[in-house]
């Protein structure tokens, strides 16, 4: 079964600009969350979505935004790039979590390197 | 803020011998999951192993084990017989199931030849 994929693996771009990050998540993997990754702050939760809905967001500013589409692939968007955004973005997808009783385990993609110059 | 706390930045172990990087983490809630990920210079996180709260006993994985300790909220992950390939940052992380997975600034473990 193929891993979580991300693309670009690695983006160079421009304060001002907006850049789009895509995760495929694993075959039957219905749950997607993001994560942003800095030497400062280590890893900090961003967003998770199931079922094309969002149902946990983190404390980032609104120009963080993502989408999830039906074939459970997401997207996450950063408008208005700052220098801070620097970051690699990780993602994560997992089977829908139990009601009770266990926990589905996240497998992560292998990131997107974001430069923001 | 419930946190997860790793106070190792930085750890080296002999090729063979064990070593032990340390977790503590702070939560008010009595049934949770506490996990260790490692993530290699290729960056791709996997994970280690993890814990349920409710469970008295330590999890083992092969190699990799932890120590428990739930009253003084304390989770460290011991590694026997170290192998090259297990340099990489560790990251203890922790989550109730409903909420997302928060994570601590890492330990970067060097194994020496």
């Known amino acids: 079964k193929a891993g979580v994929t991300q693309t670009p693996r690695y983006l160079i771009k421009t304060r001002g600009q907006q850049v789009t990050l895509s995760c495929s998540p694993i075959?039957?993997?219905?749950?997607v969350s993001w994560y942003q990754q800095t030497p400062g702050q280590g890893l900090q939760f961003l967003f998770e979505y199931f079922s094309e809905t969002q149902r946990n967001k983190g404390n980032f500013p609104g120009r963080f935004s993502g989408r999830q589409f039906s074939n459970s692939r997401s997207e996450m968007n950063v408008s208005t790039l700052e220098l801070g955004d620097s970051a690699l973005y990780l993602c994560?997808?997992?089977?829908?979590?139990?009601?009770?009783?266990?926990?589905?385990?996240?497998?992560f993609g292998p990131g997107t390197r974001l430069t923001v110059l | 803020a419930q946190t997860v706390t790793q106070s190792q930045p930085e750890m080296s172990v002999q090729e063979a011998e064990t070593v032990t990087l340390s977790c503590t983490y702070d939560t008010s809630e009595s049934d949770y999951y506490l996990f260790w990920y490692k993530q290699p210079p290729s960056r791709q996180m996997i994970l280690v192993i993890r814990q349920e709260a409710y469970k008295q006993q330590n999890a083992t994985e092969n190699r990799f084990s932890v120590n428990f300790q739930k009253a003084a909220k304390s989770f460290s992950l011991k590694i026997s017989d170290s192998q090259l390939g297990d340099a990489a940052m560790y990251f203890c992380?922790?989550?109730?199931?409903?909420?997302?997975?928060?994570f601590g600034k890492g330990t970067r473990l060097s194994v020496i030849a």
């Open positions: 992380a922790r989550t109730s199931g409903n909420t997302p997975l928060v």
């Open positions: 994560a997808s997992s089977l829908p979590q139990r009601q009770r009783g266990g926990l589905n385990e996240q497998f």
């Open positions: 075959s039957g993997h219905r749950s």
